[in-house]
């Protein structure tokens, strides 16, 4: 076993005084260099402190056509989309090389613009990001298009094509992972991609973009343009020559993306949305008290900030009581506080707006009568760091088993058949991750074929890697990040029909 590499920055001291020596990118990253969209910018606050830390280049609906247009000219001008698809994987190599040799400065970046912990950010966020570039480049050259045996006198064959340009628009609680869930992939099929980062979280991914020329990518073949998400993502979205959108985020936003397509170019769009996913625990679980402590960690890593969130937590009315306690005791154990701390697992929300929703969502809860055995509705005074509510009793009808809270707000429902264990799981207009936790294995297959969701987790949760399928059913979205199958979207199919004379 190899010892996984851990950041030589251990304590607080360590990381403040990385801060004080690193630029943080203003500036969007369009056709290879800083381009500072005639000078209009917004403020990035981060939670960590409530500081503005950098002064983000704002674009217009000009600038994300010049984006848009320079990544063309570099997709027709064949600089990246011809390359020998081993050439455009080594430099996915280099570039993933390059994240790991600044993972502190991307993970202090991450800090500062929505206060991931460094350790999370280093380990988790950024260790997923690099393998998923890693994933694609060593595999891009060892993909096979189709010749289906058809008739003796002809040849058919199955290729597949890039589309020319991407346009991506990603949110905030993973700004690097979610990102490049989708930019590798879109290269390596020999696309230009053009990205809108979250309004909150565009400095690691700029930082990221400004290493891919480093690594040898093409001007243009990567642009990222900062702004708001109605200006500069639905001008993205409109965009004629935009062949296909990529999003992840919240399901009201992925739905306009459907809208925009629709009134513009009819490009697909691939979503990636909200999610309110079942954690189902039984009686017969192989190990309660691990089963516990992920129920504890699924719905509050990254602050609850986790489209995959076992939010609902689903268990027999057997073991509910010693199972919450357990839940609850792990839960007590995260160390909340500064994400420059390399001690703290759990820091603030990602901005005040969305600290004040997720208290809201607790106040509604209480108010609607719902009991409340761990948390509270008050504002923490010392930043936006919520402690982790835990509601049990929770009606499967109500906001609190519906509504996506997007924070550490967990939800128990019980169940006494496994019936009712479905019942409950599939009661939700979401259909993102769901975990079945049992030692019977023909009941984990039969839950799991009936649970409507894009992803099952027996005995764990969310565990996946670079193979297979992220994605989601139901209003959770459709068509996969990851794997082979997340290069789909990114190319178009074309069937040549060649007649071969005098074959017999
Ligand atoms: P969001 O509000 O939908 O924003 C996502 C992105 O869309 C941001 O870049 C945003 O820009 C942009 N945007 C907003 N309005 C737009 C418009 N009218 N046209 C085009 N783009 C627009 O989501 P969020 O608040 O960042 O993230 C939370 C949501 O994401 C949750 O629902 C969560 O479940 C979901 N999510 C899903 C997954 C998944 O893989 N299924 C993963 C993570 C998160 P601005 O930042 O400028 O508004
Ligand atoms: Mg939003």
């Known amino acids: 076993m190899t010892t996984p590499r851990v950041s030589k920055l251990t304590t607080l001291d360590d990381w403040l005084e990385l801060r004080s020596r690193t630029t943080v990118p203003e500036a969007m990253w369009v056709d290879g260099a800083w381009d500072q969209a005639g000078g209009r910018t917004l403020p990035l606050v ?13 674009a217009d609906v000009e600038d994300v056509d010049r984006a848009v247009r320079g990544a063309r000219r570099t997709f027709e001008q064949g600089v990246w989309s011809s390359l020998e698809p081993r050439e455009r994987g080594e430099v996915l190599l280099r570039w993933a090389e390059l994240l790991d040799a600044h993972r502190d400065e991307l993970a202090l ?11 999370v950010g280093w ?5 997923t990001a690099i393998n998923t570039i890693r994933w694609y480049g060593e595999l891009v050259d060892k993909l096979y298009d189709e010749s289906p045996r058809g008739r003796n006198g002809a040849l058919a064959l199955v290729t597949r094509e890039p589309l020319g340009v991407v346009g991506a628009i990603t949110p905030w609680n993973f700004p690097m992972t979610l990102a490049m869930f989708k930019i ?111 129920a504890a960690w699924a719905v509050s890593f990254n602050s609850g900030q986790m489209c995959t969130a076992g939010s609902r937590l689903v268990v027999h009315e057997d073991i509910r009581d010693d199972f919450v306690a357990r839940v609850v005791k792990h839960l007590e154990a995260h160390v909340i506080g500064d994400p420059l701390d390399p001690a703290t697992t759990m820091g603030p929300l990602a901005y005040a707006g969305h600290r004040d929703d997720v208290v809201d969502e607790i106040r509604k809860g209480i108010a609607a009568g ?14 936006l760091y919520v402690s982790p509510a835990v509601f049990i009793d929770v009606d499967p009808d109500s906001r609190l ?16 058949t496994e ?20 030692a019977d294995l023909s009941r984990a297959h039969r839950l799991s074929r009936r649970i409507e969701a894009g992803m099952v987790w027996v005995n764990c949760y969310e565990e996946g890697d670079s193979s297979v399928p992220f994605g989601g059913q139901k209003l959770s979205g459709h068509g996969a990040d990851r794997s082979v199958h997340g290069l789909e979207k990114y190319t178009s199919l074309k069937t040549t029909w060649i007649n071969i004379e005098g074959a017999s």
Request: proline share 7%; charged share 15%; hydrophobic share 45%.
């Open 370 to 383: 719902t009991a409340l055995v761990m948390g509270s509705d008050e504002k923490r005074d010392d930043g």
């Open 123 to 127: 380990n988790v966020e950024l260790r």
């Open 46 to 58: 981060s939670p960590r402190d409530g500081t503005v830390v950098a002064n983000v280049a704002s």
């Open 419 to 438: 019936e009712e264990a479905i019942a409950i799981a599939n009661n939700s207009d979401y259909g993102l991750g769901s975990a079945i936790w049992t």
């Open 401 to 416: 088993a519906q509504h996506e809270i997007f924070g550490p707000v967990l939800s128990v429902l019980t169940f006494s």
């Open 184 to 294: 590798p992939a879109a290269l390596a099929t020999g696309n230009s991609v053009v990205v809108k980062p979250a309004t909150q979280t565009p400095l690691s991914l700029l930082r990221a973009a400004e290493l891919s020329a480093q690594a040898g990518l093409p001007p243009g073949a990567l642009q990222i343009v900062t702004g708001s998400g109605s200006v500069v993502g639905a001008a993205l979205a409109r965009h004629p020559d935009v062949a296909t959108l990529t999003f992840t985020g919240s399901t009201e936003v992925g739905k306009k993306l459907l809208t925009y397509a629709g009134e513009s170019n009819a490009k697909p769009v691939s979503l990636e949305l909200g999610g309110k996913s079942p954690n189902i625990v039984f009686p017969d679980a192989p190990d309660l008290d691990q089963a516990a402590e992920v």
């Open 109 to 119: 970046l991450l800090a500062l613009e929505m206060g991931k912990p460094v350790n």
